[in-house]
C-alpha cells in the first residue's frame, strides 16, 4: 500500500457508521410527484431526482470518485424493502449506527408513505390467506420464518449504492459493452428504437415507456458524472498543493467523459466501472464479473503506450477495493442473523478459459490478486476460475493471498461450471464466459439472472417426516401424512416418505418464488440494469419482463443436506439393519434432545455410525442420493418468467439460524445447534481423514447440474509454509476440479488467533475471515458464527518426524 | 508365495493429506514398534507394539461409567478424573465403547496388510496430480520388515510412489526385504557421535550409518537426509558440522537434507498413556540458530531446507 492507500483505507474504521435518509427523502417527493405514472418511469424519474440532488462530496486522497452514501461511510434508508420499526432503529443504535434525532424523527413522517406498499406486504396479499402457502412460509422452512402478517420477513435495509433495487440478484451486467461504447451510444440507439415502435400490441406501449426510462436513467447518469466533473474543477481552483490540483483536474476530465463517452485509457476505464457499479447497488450481490477480461486492452495499452505502470495501476485497483468497502450495509434484525458481518458478494471473477478454451490469465489477473493482498480488506472479494491449464504461477500466487489470511481468493473448477450451462443447452463459447454473481452462483454477463434464491431448511422436513406431516412445535399438519413411524417397515419406505414430503414443500417453495417474483416484476422495474443486458434496447423490456437466453429465474438452494444424508445413514445403519435401536426410541431420543443415559447412548450410536465426509460409501451415496433428487425434482417447476427452477447449493450462513430453528436431529446433533455449513462440507467434527477424505466424498455428489456448490475448509497456516506446501495445495484443488467439483475456499487462521481475537477484539480489527462466499471482519461477526469458525475442521498437518 | 494382502501389523494412525512427509500429497502410515528410545521422541505411542489406553484427561466429565466396564477393576475416579491402574490394565478396551466423552481411545490398531493398502489407493487421485505417494513411518517401519514390504509391495504393483521414513537402524537383511519396494527414504542421522547417539536414542549409530552409505551407493536409492534439531542434544555446531560432513563425502551432495525442528508435541502424549517420559528437557530452536546451521550444510555445497 502506498501513503495514499494507506490514508484512504484508515478512513475506512469508522467509530459510527451514519444511518441517512437524504435518498429516502429524494425517492419519496420524486414518488409522490409521479403517482399514477407506469411504474417504470416513476422509477426512471426517481433515480433522476437523486442522482441530480443527493449530496455529493470527493474525498482527499482520492483518485476514483463517486461516492455512495449522501456522508462519508454513511448508509442510506433503503425504500423499497420494507420499513424501519422504532424497535429495529434503537437495535442499530446500540449496533454502533447513528442517525440524528431529526432524521429519525423525519423518518417515521416517510416510513408513513409507504404503509402497505412494500415487497413483502404485496407477497402477503396472496399469502396470507393461503392455506397450504401460509404455513409454509410462517415455518421458516425457507428462511427466515414469516412470524406475523404485519411483520414480513426481516425488516428493511440501510445500504450505500446509489440506484434502485431491487437487490439480492444474481447477475452480471455488459460491462465490455458499457467501457468501450459509453451511455450516448446506447442513448442514442433507445432514441431511435423509440421512432421505430409502431403500436399494434401491448408490448409496444410497454416497450416506449421501457426506453423512455432508459433515456430518462442514463441521461441522469451522465448529469451525476458531470457533478463530479464540475465539483472536481471547483475544488482544483481552490487547491494550493500542485500535486492533489493536478489530480483533480484530471479527475474533472475523466467525469466529464465517462461514462457518457467511451473510455480510452485504464483510469478512464476503472471511473466509468466505478459510476456504473454505483448504479447497480445498493445490491449486495452487484458483480463485476470478469474484470480481468474486460479491463485487460485499457491495461496493455496503457502500458504499452507508458501511459500508466503496474504501480498506477495496482494503486487503482486499490483505490477500488477502499471504494467498495464504503458501500456498507445493514439489514433488519432476523436478516442480519442470517447473512452476518455486513455481508455482502461483490464478486471479481477473475483467469478461467476464454470462450475458445484458451487461457485467460494476464497480467491484470495477477494486479487484482495483489492488490488484494496488499491492501487486505474484507471486500471486494475475488473468484478465481481454475481450469487444466491454469499455471502453477497464477495457483502460487493466488494461494499466497489465501495465505495472507484474507479469506479470498475463492477456487472454482471451469470444468462443472461449465458443464452446467452446457447441460442447460448453453453454447459452448458462452458458458465458457460465465461469471460468479453473489456467493458463488454462475451467470452468463448479460444474458441470465437468478431473482429469487430461497434458503430452504431441509432437516425440517426430515422431523416432520418423523411426525407424519406435523410440525413438532406448533402441532399443525402442515405437510403430507406419509404415515407413523411405526409403518416403516424398511430404510426405503423411510427414504421414500421423506422424499415425498420433500418434494412436496419443494413445490410450496417453488410457488413462493413465482409470487416473489411477480411482485418484484411489478413493484421494482429496473431500467438500469435492464438496459445493460444483451439486445436490451431491441427486445424494449425491463430484466423481469423477458425471458433471457438462458432462464435460470429462480433456483432453489437446499440448507442442511448433510445433516439430514448423515441422519438417514444412521437410521439405516442402527434402525433397519444392526437394529439396535427403534424407530420409536430414536424419536423419544430426539425429542428429549438426547437427555438422559438411555438417550445419551443412542445419541453415542448416532455418532459413530458412518457420516459424510470420511469418503466412506455408507454416507456419502446417500448425499449424493439426496442432492440428485433434489436436483432432478428443482426442475419440475416452472417460473414465473418462462423457465425451470434450477437447483443450487449454497449455504451462506444460513444454516446458523436454520439450526436454531431444528430440533435433535438423529446424526447426533442437538437442537438448535448449527447444521453443516457450506454444502459439501462435513458436519462440524464429523470428518476424520482430512482434506483428501472430504474431496473423495464431495465428488460422489453430482454437482454438474447446480449452479453452485460450496465447500469450505480451513487451514492451520503450517499446511502453507513453503512454495511446495502451496503447490501440493494447488494440486488438491485442481484435483477436486478435475473430477468436477465446482467450489473451495480456505481460511487459514490458527485457532489461538481466533480466541485472542475473541478475547481482545480492538486488537484485531484487521482480521478477516472467510464466513460463506463472503470475506468478514472476524470481530463485526455474531458470536455463535464467530464459535462456528473456531470449530471448522482444522486441518492442521500433523505426522510430524522423529 | 504368500498372500501379501493377509499379512498383519501393527499401526497407530494412517494420515491423509501429508505434505512433509515426501513429494506430492501422500498418505503416510504411522506402524507401532521402535527399537530406539530417542529422548524427543514425538510419537511415544509408536513404541510399544501392543495396544495401549490413551486418555485424555481434559476431555473426561468423571461420570463414572468406564468403573463397572472394567473387567479388572483397574479405573477409579480421583479429583473428579478416571484414574487407570496401568499395572492392572490389560488394554482389553472395553472401556473405550462406553465412555460418552470420547476421553478413552485404544491406540494401536491390528491390521491386514491389504487393509492398510486400501486406505493408501484411496487417494490415488491426489498423488496422479501432485506426484505423491504412501509413506510408511512410525515408530521404526522396519520393525515389522514383512508387513512393511508387503504394504509396500502392494503399492507399488498398484502403481503408487513409495517412501520410507526410517532411523536406519536394522540389520542389512531386514532392509533387504523392504528395499525393493521403497522409491524414497527419508533416512534419520540423529547424531554423529556413538557414543551420543547411545545417550540419546538407546542404541550406537555405527550400524545406522553403513546403512545408509550402502543403500544410496550400492543400492542406488534416492535419500533424503532428516535431521531433528534437538536444543542441548544434537544441534551444536560441532555435530552439525559432523553431519555436513558426513552427508557431503560419505553419501553426496545431491542429497537433499532437511532440518526438523523440535516442538514439544510428545510430552502430553506421554501423560495420556500414563507413561513417564525420559527425563528430557530442550526448547524449539530459534529461527536464527536454525539459519546459522543450514549455513553450514550450504557450506558443503549442500541443498538443505527447515522442515520436512
Ligand atoms: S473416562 Fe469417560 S466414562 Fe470414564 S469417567 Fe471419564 S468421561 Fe466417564
Ligand atoms: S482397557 Fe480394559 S483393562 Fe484397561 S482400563 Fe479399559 S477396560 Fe480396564
Not at chain 1, 487461457?359 to 493482498?373: P, Q
Not at chain 1, 422495474?525 to 424494449?540: C, L, N, Q, T, Y
Not at chain 2, 507401532?32 to 513404541?47: A, D, F, I, M
Not at chain 2, 472395553?94 to 485404544?106: F, G, I, S
Request: proline share 4%.
Amino acid at each position: 500500500m502506498n501513503e495514499r492507500v494507506k490514508k484512504l483505507k484508515q478512513r475506512l474504521y469508522v467509530h459510527k457508521y451514519p444511518l441517512c435518509i437524504e435518498k429516502f427523502r429524494l425517492i419519496t417527493k420524486s414518488l409522490e410527484k409521479t403517482e399514477g405514472d407506469p411504474e417504470i418511469l416513476r422509477r426512471a424519474k426517481t433515480l433522476a431526482n437523486v442522482l441530480d440532488n443527493i449530496t455529493v462530496f470527493i474525498e482527499d486522497d482520492e483518485l476514483i470518485v463517486g461516492n455512495v452514501a449522501s456522508k462519508p461511510m454513511g448508509l442510506e434508508i433503503d425504500h423499497d424493502y420494507g420499513t424501519w420499526s422504532q424497535e429495529e432503529i434503537d437495535a442499530l443504535k446500540e449496533e454502533g449506527y447513528t442517525i440524528s434525532p431529526e432524521d429519525e424523527e423525519e423518518l417515521k413522517t416517510l416510513n408513513h408513505y409507504y404503509k402497505g406498499k412494500s415487497l413483502v406486504s404485496r407477497m402477503g396479499e396472496i399469502l396470507f390467506d393461503n392455506e397450504r402457502l401460509w404455513p409454509f412460509v410462517q415455518s421458516g422452512m425457507v428462511l427466515p420464518p414469516w412470524k406475523s402478517k404485519g411483520e414480513g420477513s426481516g425488516g428493511g435495509y440501510a445500504q450505500g449504492g446509489m440506484g434502485l433495487g431491487p437487490g439480492l440478484y444474481l447477475m452480471g451486467i455488459d460491462f465490455a459493452k458499457i467501457l468501450n461504447d459509453g451511455l450516448y451510444k446506447i442513448i442514442e440507439e433507445a432514441e431511435e428504437e423509440l421512432q421505430r415502435v409502431k403500436y399494434i400490441d401491448a408490448d409496444s406501449v410497454k416497450k416506449t415507456y421501457f426506453l423512455k426510462s432508459v433515456l430518462i436513467t442514463h441521461k441522469a447518469i451522465i448529469r451525476f458524472a458531470d457533478r463530479f466533473a464540475d465539483l472536481a474543477a471547483e475544488m482544483e481552483q481552490r487547491e494550493t498543493n500542485a500535486v492533489r490540483k493536478q489530480e483533480l483536474e484530471r479527475i474533472a476530465e475523466t467525469c466529464r467523459r465517462v461514462p457518457a463517452k467511451p473510455a480510452r485509457t485504464f483510469y478512464e476505464a476503472m471511473q466509468s466501472f466505478w459510476f456504473i457499479f454505483l448504479m447497480i447497488t445498493p445490491s449486495p450481490t452487484a458483480a463485476a464479473g470478469r474484470f480481468d477480461q474486460y479491463m485487460y486492452p485499457f491495461y496493455k495499452k496503457d502500458i504499452a503506450e507508458g501511459r500508466a505502470t503496474d504501480e498506477d495501476v495496482l494503486e487503482l485497483l486499490e483505490c477500488l477495493r477502499i471504494k467498495d468497502m464504503q458501500l456498507n450495509r445493514v439489514s433488519g434484525k432476523l436478516n442480519r442473523q442470517k447473512n452476518s458481518g455486513m455481508a455482502k458478494w461483490h464478486n471479481w471473477t477473475i483467469g478461467g478459459v476464454t470462450t475458445e478454451g484458451e487461457d485467460a490469465t494476464n497480467e491484470l489477473s495477477y494486479l487484482i490478486l495483489e492488490a488484494a493482498k496488499d491492501c487486505p480488506t474484507p471486500h471486494h472479494t475475488i473468484t478465481v476460475r481454475v481450469h487444466e491449464k491454469t499455471s502453477d504461477d497464477f495457483m502460487l500466487k493466488a494461494l499466497e493471498v489465501v495465505k495472507a489470511g484474507v479469506g479470498m481468493p475463492a477456487f472454482i473448477g471451469d470444468k462443472s461450471y461449465i458443464n452446467f450451462f452446457v447441460n442447460n443447452g448453453v453454447d459452448l463459447r458462452d458458458a465458457r464466459d460465465y461469471i460468479v454473481t453473489g456467493c458463488l452462483d454462475a451467470n452468463l454477463p448479460g444474458k441470465s439472472r437468478t431473482a429469487s434464491i430461497a434458503m430452504f431448511i431441509v432437516p425440517l422436513v426430515l422431523e416432520i417426516t418423523f411426525h407424519n406431516g406435523v410440525e413438532p412445535r406448533s402441532g399443525r399438519q402442515i405437510g403430507l401424512k406419509t404415515g407413523a413411524l411405526e409403518d416403516f417397515q424398511t430404510f426405503d419406505d423411510l427414504l421414500e416418505a421423506f422424499k415425498s414430503q420433500l418434494a412436496y414443500f419443494m413445490e410450496l417453495n417453488a410457488e413462493r418464488d413465482n409470487i416473489e417474483l411477480i411482485a418484484n416484476q411489478e413493484l421494482l422495474p429496473d431500467p438500469v440494469r435492464s438496459s445493460f443486458m444483451v439486445d436490451a434496447i431491441k427486445e424494449g423490456k425491463a430484466l423481469l419482463d423477458r425471458t433471457m437466453p438462458f432462464e435460470n429465474g429462480a433456483v432453489m438452494n437446499p440448507v442442511g443436506m448433510i445433516n439430514v444424508a448423515d441422519s438417514l445413514a444412521a437410521i439405516k445403519k442402527l434402525v433397519f439393519e444392526e437394529k439396535t435401536v427403534t424407530m420409536k426410541q430414536l424419536q423419544e431420543a430426539l425429542s428429549a434432545n438426547w437427555s438422559g443415559e438411555e438417550f445419551e447412548e443412542i445419541r453415542k450410536m448416532c455418532l459413530e455410525a458412518p457420516k459424510y465426509g470420511n469418503d466412506d460409501d455408507y454416507a456419502d451415496l446417500i448425499a449424493g442420493d439426496l442432492y440428485k433428487f433434489w436436483a432432478e425434482t428443482t426442475a419440475t417447476f416452472a417460473t414465473a418468467l418462462g423457465g425451470k427452477h434450477l437447483p443450487t447449493a449454497i449455504s451462506i450462513t444460513a444454516h446458523g439460524p436454520g439450526g436454531e430453528m431444528t430440533g435433535a436431529t438423529p446424526d447426533g446433533r442437538y437442537a438448535g445447534e448449527v447444521l453443516a455449513d457450506g454444502t459439501m462440507s462435513p458436519m462440524r467434527g464429523m470428518d476424520s481423514g482430512g482434506p483428501t477424505a472430504i474431496i473423495k466424498s464431495a465428488v460422489k455428489i453430482d454437482q454438474d447440474p447446480y449452479q453452485a456448490t460450496l465447500l469450505n475448509m480451513k487451514f492451520h497456516p503450517s499446511a502453507l509454509e513453503s512454495r511446495e506446501d502451496l503447490l501440493k495445495l494447488s494440486s488438491l484443488i485442481k484435483t477436486y476440479f478435475k473430477f468436477s467439483g465446482k467450489h473451495i475456499q480456505f481460511n487459514i487462521v490458527d485457532r489461538a488467533t481466533l480466541l485472542d481475537a475473541q478475547a481482545h477484539p480492538e486488537k484485531h480489527r484487521d482480521l478477516v475471515v472467510r464466513v460463506a462466499g463472503y470475506s468478514a471482519y472476524f470481530i463485526q461477526l455474531g458470536r455463535a458464527v464467530q464459535e462456528e469458525i473456531i470449530g471448522r475442521a482444522e486441518h492442521d498437518l500433523q505426522g510430524v518426524a522423529n | 508365495m504368500t498372500n501379501l494382502s493377509a499379512v498383519e501389523g501393527m499401526i497407530f494412525n494412517v494420515q491423509h493429506y501429508c505434505i512433509h512427509d515426501g513429494p506430492g500429497i501422500r498418505t503416510t502410515v504411522f506402524m507401532k514398534g521402535c527399537p530406539l528410545r530417542c529422548l524427543w521422541c514425538q510419537n511415544p505411542e509408536s513404541h510399544s507394539m501392543c495396544h495401549q489406553i490413551f486418555f485424555t484427561a481434559e476431555k473426561c466429565a468423571g461420570c463414572g461409567k468406564c468403573i463397572p466396564a472394567c473387567p479388572i477393576g483397574a479405573i477409579h475416579i480421583q479429583d473428579g478424573k478416571a484414574v487407570t491402574n496401568r499395572n492392572l490394565c490389560q488394554s482389553c478396551g472395553v472401556c473405550t465403547t462406553v465412555c460418552l466423552h470420547e476421553a478413552r481411545n485404544m491406540m494401536g490398531t491390528r491390521v491386514s496388510a491389504g487393509e492398510v493398502f486400501n486406505k493408501i489407493e484411496q487417494d490415488k487421485i491426489f498423488y496422479e496430480e501432485s506426484g505423491g505417494g504412501a509413506t510408511l513411518s512410525g515408530g521404526e517401519p522396519l520393525f515389522q520388515s514383512e508387513f512393511a514390504a508387503s504394504v509396500l509391495s502392494l503399492c507399488k504393483k498398484a502403481g503408487i510412489h513409495t517412501a520410507l521414513e526410517t532411523s536406519g537402524y536394522a540389520r542389512w537383511d531386514i532392509l533387504q526385504l523392504v528395499l525393493p519396494y521403497v522409491d524414497l527414504l527419508l533416512f534419520d542421522l540423529k547424531h554423529m557421535d556413538p557414543s551420543e547417539h547411545q545417550k540419546c536414542t538407546g542404541v550406537s549409530n555405527e550400524l545406522i550409518k553403513d546403512n545408509v552409505i550402502r543403500i544410496y551407493h550400492q543400492q542406488k536409492k534416492p535419500v533424503i537426509i532428516r535431521i531433528p534439531v534437538i536444543p542441548g542434544y544434537n544441534d551444536s555446531l560441532e555435530n552439525i558440522e559432523a553431519t555436513a560432513e558426513f552427508v557431503a563425502c560419505k553419501l553426496g551432495a545431491s542429497v537433499p537434507v532437511n532440518l526438523l525442528p523440535f516442538h514439544r508435541l510428545g510430552e502430553s502424549k506421554n501423560e495420556r498413556m500414563g507413561v513417564q517420559g525420559l527425563l528430557f528437557n530442550s526448547i524449539p530452536p530459534s529461527e536464527q540458530h536454525l539459519k546459522e546451521l543450514k549455513e553450514i550444510f550450504v557450506s558443503h555445497g549442500l541443498t538443505v531446507q527447515i522442515g520436512g
